[in-house]
């Protein structure tokens, strides 16, 4: 049994992007195939470039505010309530070209 206060974590740089600000719940390694569980807040003007992951899907439910993402060459405005589930290999990214900072949980799992 582990209890996390998300309220301590520290604020973290994203892989794909240090600028913008993650917090993670859960760590790879904790769980079997669970690459990570956590939070990350997208300020107005910040985004991930596209790229892929060959051996891992990827899951977002958008908390608050409105991103979008482009996935496999298509664009999809999200908000609130909105979970996006990437399939390993699709390429993807997203940003947030609004007025309001966007905030989502996502985990990763592995598919190796």
Known sequence: MKIVDWNT?????VSHNADI???????RGEIPQ??????????????VDLHKH???????????GQAVFTI??????VGP????TIEPGEIHGQHN???????WTYFGIATD
């Open 9 to 13: 974590l520290a604020d973290l740089g």
């Open 21 to 27: 600000k993650k917090r993670t719940l859960i760590n």
């Open 34 to 47: 669970l690459m990570m569980y956590g939070t990350a807040v997208f300020k107005p003007g910040q985004q």
């Open 54 to 64: 060959d051996t891992m899907f990827e899951v977002f439910h958008i908390q608050t």
């Open 72 to 77: 496999s060459g298509k664009e999809y405005k």
């Open 81 to 84: 309530g909105n979970c996006i």
């Open 97 to 103: 070209p609004f007025d309001t900072e966007v905030t």
